[in-house]
């Protein structure tokens, strides 16, 4: 491909702060690919001077307020964008996504849809990790952790088995504050591999820091369940955390057994001015990425009106992508695992969803400084596209869903409705074979406690139940009548719950892992079936 020299004429003045460049080459801030050649195009970003703390100067919505400015020498209406992809992160960390997308031809434009801020715990946390601790911190380590430590408080009482890191911007405030705190010996759990990364560079030339664990999924719900303990010791945990970032990993772990304190260190809010024509531009790309959902409350809080924006939204991972569909986005993606690979590949199928939504079969022309290349608006990539895959990508358990649908030959012709009513005979498989291995239990263990027969046989009726709810399910599916499909299989997910609690409320029983294992594999079928029904709204939505 070639390019233009510095001293070509007449294409876009470019100005020093911002970087438009090829879709070809990785840009270091910002895509606005294929404006045209004939417009005269001046972009500017203003930073006011920050007055955070030394130690917080890497909370980057403190360092400025972004502001962007465009003006063209033709009319507004003869500049235009072949940008395909909206790229939202806080400015200067959307690179490694703009760089995978740029292997695909896409080009993007960069529209931080968020920036970072002070939380009201952010001045506690070099001394929660420090050494000296004042009267102030003593008390209010108190009341983060509901625990009454009395006048004995020292700062040894108040080290950690575990400090638990679920964002990089997490990891950014919390290695100012440690450095600030003398760089004490921490154990560090991570959420993902994304956020360990931030860790590196320090761990290469400090021993006091080791990130120990990072979990099987990059969900805080999984590393709640996962994070190791000793034995039956108590277990301390710090987790500096967003001010927005859901109860959920406290709660999982505080029901483990651990202690946490929670100390709210930063924040996210809006982004204070966005330019018209820049959201003009970011309303008419195909796809919006967004990494939290706080960048899908702030996309929300600026588009003119929801209903009448349609285009698709790729979620980094689960969390995102529920939350944008709670807030009432429907065309949304994401993948199974949180992580860049998944949440790339979820935006090359929602841009061919788009693609042949509106039957664009002409390559697109990409237009940089003056020159045009024709590329294939989707080139190859790793990601499927057959129905199954793509239906199950959008699903919470992917692999579970893959292997089944492609293990019942029917699934080949078979359109949502159909996958949706394979999926729900395997729940009926799965919960019939359950009730029949309760049963035995009832009639072939004569050495097992009454009691014990006693909660076998109420498990029992609850699985049957959980039979009948998916029956119900089926018959919905054949009528249409997805609502209560919905029900149905929500309700098919509840019931062992009720054989669990039998359990729990009988300590001396044991809740068998042969059980629990048939539990589990309800639950993930139930909420495969769930994925695929939320797909079958979307389209019926859109199409209807």
């Given at each position: 491909?070639?390019?233009?020299?510095?001293?070509?004429?007449?294409?876009?003045?470019?100005?020093?702060?911002?970087?438009?460049?090829?879709?070809?080459?990785?840009?270091?801030?910002?895509?606005?690919?294929?404006f045209d050649s004939m417009a005269s195009l001046s972009l500017s970003a203003l930073y006011p001077p920050c007055s955070s703390p030394a130690f917080t100067a890497k909370i980057r919505g403190q360092s400025f307020i972004p502001s962007f400015t465009i003006r063209a020498s033709s009319s507004s209406s003869s500049s235009h964008t072949n940008a395909k992809v909206v790229v939202t992160r806080e400015r200067g960390n959307n690179v490694k996504l703009i760089s995978a997308?740029?292997?695909?031809?896409?080009?993007?434009?960069?529209?931080?849809?968020?920036?970072?801020?002070?939380?009201?715990?952010?001045?506690?946390?070099?001394?929660?990790?420090?050494?000296?601790?004042d009267e102030e911190d003593k008390f209010g380590l108190q009341a983060s952790t509901n625990l009454d430590y009395g006048n004995d408080l020292t700062c040894e009482d108040a080290k950690?088995?575990?400090?638990?890191?679920?964002?990089?911007?997490?990891?950014?405030?919390?290695?100012?504050a440690w450095r600030a705190a003398g760089s004490p010996n921490v154990k560090i759990g991570v959420v993902g591999a994304g956020t360990a990364s931030v860790f590196t560079e320090v761990m290469q030339s400090s021993n006091s820091l080791d990130v120990a664990f990072t979990p099987s999924k990059a969900t805080a719900k999984v590393l709640a369940s996962e994070l190791p303990r000793a034995g039956d010791e108590t277990c301390s945990v710090l987790y500096p955390a967003s001010v927005k970032a859901s109860s959920e990993l406290e709660e999982g772990l505080s029901s483990r057994g651990?202690?946490?304190?929670?100390?709210?260190?930063?924040?996210?809010?809006?982004?204070?001015?966005?330019?018209?024509l820049l959201l003009e531009q970011a309303l008419a790309a195909p796809v919006v990425a967004v990494a939290s959902p706080s960048a899908v409350r702030a996309?929300?809080?600026?588009?003119?009106?929801?209903?009448?924006?349609?285009?698709?939204?790729?979620?980094?991972?689960?969390?995102?992508?529920?939350?944008?569909?709670?807030?009432?986005?429907?065309?949304?993606?994401y993948p199974s695992n949180p992580g860049l690979e998944g949440w790339v590949c979820s935006i090359l199928d929602a841009l061919k969803m788009h693609d042949h939504t509106h039957k664009q079969e002409q390559p697109q022309v990409c237009r940089t400084s003056g020159k045009a290349e024709?590329?294939?608006?989707?080139?190859?990539?790793?990601?499927?596209?057959?129905?199954?895959?793509?239906?199950?990508?959008?699903?919470?358990?992917?692999?579970?869903?893959?292997?089944?649908?492609?293990?019942?030959?029917?699934?080949?012709?078979?359109?949502?409705?159909?996958?949706?009513?394979?999926?729900?005979?395997?729940?009926?498989?799965?919960?019939?074979?359950?009730?029949?291995?309760?049963?035995?239990?009832?009639?072939?263990?004569?050495?097992?406690?009454?009691?014990l027969k006693k909660v076998f046989g109420l498990c029992a009726v609850k699985y049957s139940y959980a039979t009948d709810s998916l029956k119900s399910c089926v018959q919905d599916l054949s009528q249409e009548n997805y609502d209560y499909a919905s029900m149905h299989v929500t309700a098919a997910a509840d019931y062992p719950n009720g054989c669990r609690n039998s359990f729990k409320r009988n300590p001396g029983l044991g809740y068998p892992n042969e059980l629990k294992g048939r539990e589990d594999g309800l639950k993930h079928i139930c909420a495969v079936v769930l994925g695929i029904l939320e797909q079958i709204y979307f389209t019926d939505n859109r199409h209807g």
């Open positions: 491909m070639s390019q233009a020299t510095a001293g070509s004429s007449p294409h876009p003045t470019i100005m020093t702060d911002i970087i438009i460049s090829s879709c070809r080459i990785r840009c270091l801030q910002i895509y606005l690919c294929c997308l740029a292997k695909h031809d896409i080009c993007c434009l960069e529209f931080p849809l968020i920036e970072h801020a002070e939380g009201p715990d952010l001045n506690r946390l070099p001394s929660v990790l420090g050494e000296v601790c950690f088995d575990w400090v638990i890191i679920t964002s990089p911007e997490a990891g950014l405030v919390f290695l100012d651990f202690e946490v304190t929670r100390l709210n260190t930063y924040t996210t809010v809006p982004v204070q001015h966005v330019d018209p996309w929300l809080e600026i588009i003119p009106a929801i209903e009448n924006w349609s285009n698709a939204v790729a979620c980094i991972g689960e969390t995102t992508g529920l939350a944008a569909k709670r807030l009432g986005l429907q065309n949304v993606y024709q590329i294939s608006m989707f080139p190859p990539h790793d990601c499927d596209d057959d129905l199954i895959l793509k239906t199950c990508k959008n699903t919470q358990y992917t692999d579970l869903c893959v292997s089944s649908l492609k293990s019942d030959p029917t699934s080949s012709d078979a359109d949502l409705k159909g996958l949706a009513t394979i999926m729900v005979n395997v729940g009926i498989a799965n919960a019939t074979e359950t009730y029949s291995y309760l049963s035995s239990k009832l009639t072939s263990s004569t050495g097992d406690s009454t009691l």
